[in-house]
């Protein structure tokens, strides 16, 4: 089984829309959509729900008001100052460790794990499988989610002889895009010839590093700034990274997501649709299973 | 209104902390920011910029800050003396992020695990666990153009942990200066750590389906929050209806509109600020600075800080 990890570091760079044209080149494979936040990918492959999990992870504390005698200890345990004066606890502070319901001397601190997120187990109108979710706003535990959602798309896979994992990682590097990436065959990284771009290709380069992925990079939106991408080869050359691909800016990937399309699909005759062709080509040639 | 050098612009936002969020990556939230601040400084005000997207931080690149002050910022992490640890297993049992492992004779810690939230030395009853302390990343502090105060956290490569380097990152705001809280994409815990206890979350969105889709989840993150929301429509290209739809009906004031305009991305590609380079567009940060104004005025006419 080959994982292939579309990542960018920076947000906004392309990875979904590469992800959702590659969908229609690459055969033999699941989707996974990683970015458990902000999930988008499922808003362009038309996807059709056939099984919902609840995601539980981390437990948050609640103070019982009547059992509670405002001794103090719960505050003076808890290290992420989530318990007010008043001993009610902020959610969105609390980070779940149990310190106040483990001390409290009167019992008055409920501890319970609650619902945080959903996974989604779908078919699509290619018959590919594909498993997306859902992080409740503001929810803490996106690396287990994605972990969650990873190990379902795998088991999809699995179950209907494909090869292939596809997935749309989150932005950043942080514990989601950790989760996304380890033990993958590959990480694509869609980045963009921009001060920014190149920085943060950067630091998600160290990080496919740090956890021995080999990675291979697409520069999207290449006619923006030719100097920029120009720094972008001449890194990747130094640093023995594949340069897959080159796409120039085209206006028209909005419209074909407008529609809730991948550009290849939506119009297939533009340049941009070409040079995702070539790409597609060379990764089904070097990670051929 | 038109301005000229910065001068006759009246701004009353000062100990403000002023957030900018977007849900999804890349719809310009950094742009934005980076040029509100330099908006606010033009004008004559004091004003810091925070750059809490620890794990790709963008922000110095704009704001060319030279550093004088730079620190690693550490995270408790306990240590076993395992000659007193008797593997009584209490503080791998207790612990809620599985960062203890007990094995006979042996106390494992994960310290990429670990919350730092002490419980299990506080219930070790041996007193075999101390507290010590680890790297996470490191925080900058430095002074860019036109006077900006600048600070930004930037993470280990390789660091789960965001969240600890962010509250750091926030507790460099400063009363008598408006503080702009530049924000991770998303919409999970290192977001609600940024935007926790702000006065106001701009949002930055743009006009396709996916910056329509992690906008109203990004939203819902700030009323969850209780924290007053406004729009900048970024790269418009004569309005987008799903958009404009959802903010009506979810009285979600637009605070200002950036066309698509080519000269920006230009610009913003070479690390430029924008309204150096294009002092057309000060009139659409004055909007903004205005619109945030009647945002916060709405809300509560004493401007008092929150917690």
Not at chain 1, 191 to 218: K, N, Y
Not at chain 2, 3 to 10: A, C, F, L, R, S
Not at chain 2, 30 to 46: H, I, K, M, P, S
Not at chain 2, 159 to 173: F, G, H, Q
Request: glycine share 8%; hydrophobic share 40%.
């Amino acid at each position: 089984m080959k994982e292939i990890v579309v990542v960018s570091g920076k947000g906004g760079t392309g990875k979904t829309s590469v992800v959702a044209s590659l969908a229609c080149l690459i055969e033999n494979k699941a989707m996974v959509d990683c970015d458990v936040d902000a999930a988008n990918l499922s808003l362009v492959l038309s996807p059709r729900v056939i099984e919902e999990k609840d995601f539980t992870a981390g437990k948050k504390a609640r103070i019982i008001q009547e059992k509670c005698t405002r001794c103090g200890i719960c505050r003076d345990m808890c290290r992420f100052d989530a318990i007010s004066q008043d001993f009610i606890v902020d959610p969105f502070s609390c980070e779940g460790c149990g310190a106040c319901f483990f001390f409290c001397p009167a019992s008055a601190v409920e501890f319970e794990t609650g619902l945080a997120g959903r996974c989604y187990i779908c078919d699509t109108p290619s018959g590919d499988p594909f498993v997306y979710a859902e992080l409740f706003p503001g929810e803490e535990n996106s690396g287990k989610l994605v972990a969650m959602v990873r190990t379902e798309g795998k088991e999809r896979a699995q179950q209907a002889g494909l090869s292939r994992v596809l997935i749309d990682g989150p932005p950043g590097i942080g514990c989601p895009v950790i989760s996304s990436i380890t033990g993958t065959s590959l990480a694509l990284i869609v980045t963009e010839p921009t001060a920014s771009g190149i920085h943060d290709l950067e630091r998600v380069v160290q990080l496919a590093r740090h956890f021995e992925i080999p990675s291979a990079v697409i520069v999207n939106k290449s006619d923006i700034n030719q100097a920029c991408t120009d720094s972008i080869e001449k890194y990747c050359l130094q640093n023995n990274i594949p340069l897959l691909g080159r796409l120039p800016y085209e206006k028209m990937i909005s419209e074909a997501q407008r529609q809730g399309k991948a550009v290849v699909e939506y119009a297939p005759d533009l340049p941009v649709s070409k040079a995702i062709r070539d790409i597609s080509e060379r990764i089904i040639s070097i990670y051929k299973e | 209104m038109r301005v000229k050098n910065g001068e006759g612009i009246v701004i009353d936002l000062t100990g403000m902390n002023i957030a900018m969020a977007s849900g999804k990556g890349g719809t310009g939230k950094t742009t934005v920011a980076v040029n509100f601040t330099w908006f606010l400084a033009y004008a004559g005000q004091r004003v810091q910029y925070l750059d809490c997207d620890v794990e790709e931080p963008n922000g110095h690149i704009f704001i060319k800050p030279s550093i004088r002050a730079s620190s690693a910022s550490k995270v408790m992490i306990p240590v076993v003396d395992q000659e007193k640890c008797t593997s009584c297993g209490e503080c791998g049992a207790k612990c809620q992020f599985h960062a203890i492992v007990n094995l006979p004779g042996d106390t494992l810690i994960f310290p990429g695990l670990c919350h730092s939230c002490g419980l299990c030395s506080a219930v070790c009853p041996t007193g075999a666990i101390t507290e010590g302390t680890r790297d996470v990343g490191i925080i900058e502090q430095g002074r860019g153009v036109r006077e900006i105060e600048f600070t930004h956290g930037i993470l280990n490569v390789g660091e789960a942990m965001a969240v600890p380097l962010i509250k750091k990152v926030k507790m460099e705001r400063k009363d008598q200066f408006i503080n702009i809280v530049d924000a991770p994409p998303g919409t999970s815990c290192p977001v609600v750590a940024t935007l926790n206890g702000s006065d106001a979350v701009i949002m930055v969105t743009e006009p396709t389906p996916f910056g329509l889709h992690d906008l109203k989840i990004a939203i819902d993150v700030a009323r969850l929050l209780n924290i007053p929301t406004g729009v900048v429509i970024n790269r418009d290209q004569g309005g987008y209806p799903p958009l404009s739809d959802y903010l009506e009906t979810s009285h979600i004031p637009v605070l200002a509109v950036i066309p698509e305009d080519a000269e920006i991305a230009r610009h913003y590609s070479r690390g430029d600020i924008i309204l150096e380079s294009l002092p057309s567009y000060i009139d659409t940060y004055l909007s903004l600075a205005t619109n945030l104004e009647k945002l916060l005025g709405t809300v509560s006419n004493s401007h008092v800080r929150r917690a």
